[in-house]
């Protein structure tokens, strides 16, 4: 479904990124691994793809750097010489009441998730304007949609992007360029492995499905919305989430 498409996903490192990644190569797109630290971890993302046949390069750098952004855009484009996909996952959480919420948890989700996103966007929708094609993917969240105690930056990050996927979609649909959005659940990874066992209950009571997402699940999804199959959908934001928002 990928077949000689160029991708960039941030934070491929692990979990949904790592998955993505593979998923995409395995459809037959090369694809540029951005990472923040994780050095084995996006190695072993890289030789997964490799021992499948696929074409995979690291890039190292934080995208909350407006201009490690544009230096990882850059670096695509000299390597594969287009940018087709660009999928914005790096993401973290500093989760607290906002009553025992640091000022510096609130800036660094919102410079993370919600900056990096519009960093590596608006860099990697220059080259793709001039290409007049492109599909940009963006990983919100449900907690975006519906809200958290304990995550007001994560849940403004996660609505921001989804504010930010709308507006990208009309300024750019004219000229080629699909933008959405992917709001996963509870999805099994890193990440959700922190939660207790008594908020991990809690949250499957409110999923019909009765279980956690697998990564899979969501990148899926990502190789649908990367590919031609998706080209008349922009603008939209899709729950990946056993049914939990509806
Ligand atoms: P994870 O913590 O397992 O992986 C996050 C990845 O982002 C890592 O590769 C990390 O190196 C990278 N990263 C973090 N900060 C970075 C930065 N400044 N620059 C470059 N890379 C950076 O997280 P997970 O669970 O795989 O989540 C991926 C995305 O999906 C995140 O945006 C997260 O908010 C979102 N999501 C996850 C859900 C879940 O249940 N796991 C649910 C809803 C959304």
Redesign the pocket.
């Given at each position: 479904m990928l077949k000689d498409k160029v991708a960039i996903v941030?934070?491929?490192?692990?979990?949904?990124?790592?998955s993505i990644a593979i998923n995409f190569a395995r459809q037959g797109s090369k694809v540029v691994l951005?990472?923040?630290?994780?050095d084995n971890?996006a190695e072993t993302t890289k030789q997964e793809i490799e021992q499948n046949g696929g074409v995979a390069i690291l890039h190292k750098?934080?995208?909350?750097d407006f201009y490690v952004a544009e230096e990882l855009m850059n670096f695509c484009k000299e390597k594969f010489s287009r940018i087709d996909i660009l999928v914005n996952?790096?993401?973290?959480?500093r989760d607290a009441l906002v009553m025992r919420m640091k000022e510096e948890d609130f800036d660094s989700v919102i410079n993370?998730?919600l900056k990096?996103s519009f960093n590596c966007a608006k860099h990697a929708s220059s080259i793709m304007l001039r290409q007049k094609s492109g599909k940009i993917i963006n990983?919100?969240?449900?907690?975006g949609i519906i809200g958290n105690a304990g995550q007001v930056n994560?849940a403004a990050s996660?609505a921001g992007i989804i504010g930010m996927t709308k507006s990208l979609a009309k300024e750019l649909g004219s000229r080629g360029i699909n933008v959405n959005a992917i709001?996963?659940?509870?999805?099994?990874?890193?990440?959700?492995d922190v939660l207790g066992d008594n908020v991990k209950e809690t949250i499957l009571s409110h999923i019909p499905l009765k279980k956690m997402?697998k990564?899979e699940d969501?990148s899926n999804l990502a190789v649908f919305l990367a590919s031609n199959m998706s080209d008349y959908i922009t603008g939209q934001v899709i729950t990946v989430d056993g049914g939990m928002v509806m």
């Amino acid at each position: 479904m990928l077949k000689d498409k160029v991708a960039i996903v941030t934070g491929a490192s692990r979990g949904i990124g790592k998955s993505i990644a593979i998923n995409f190569a395995r459809q037959g797109s090369k694809v540029v691994l951005n990472y923040r630290s994780d050095d084995n971890g996006a190695e072993t993302t890289k030789q997964e793809i490799e021992q499948n046949g696929g074409v995979a390069i690291l890039h190292k750098g934080d995208v909350s750097d407006f201009y490690v952004a544009e230096e990882l855009m850059n670096f695509c484009k000299e390597k594969f010489s287009r940018i087709d996909i660009l999928v914005n996952n790096a993401g973290i959480t500093r989760d607290a009441l906002v009553m025992r919420m640091k000022e510096e948890d609130f800036d660094s989700v919102i410079n993370v998730n919600l900056k990096g996103s519009f960093n590596c966007a608006k860099h990697a929708s220059s080259i793709m304007l001039r290409q007049k094609s492109g599909k940009i993917i963006n990983i919100s969240s449900v907690i975006g949609i519906i809200g958290n105690a304990g995550q007001v930056n994560y849940a403004a990050s996660k609505a921001g992007i989804i504010g930010m996927t709308k507006s990208l979609a009309k300024e750019l649909g004219s000229r080629g360029i699909n933008v959405n959005a992917i709001a996963p659940g509870f999805i099994e990874t890193d990440m959700t492995d922190v939660l207790g066992d008594n908020v991990k209950e809690t949250i499957l009571s409110h999923i019909p499905l009765k279980k956690m997402g697998k990564t899979e699940d969501v990148s899926n999804l990502a190789v649908f919305l990367a590919s031609n199959m998706s080209d008349y959908i922009t603008g939209q934001v899709i729950t990946v989430d056993g049914g939990m928002v509806m």
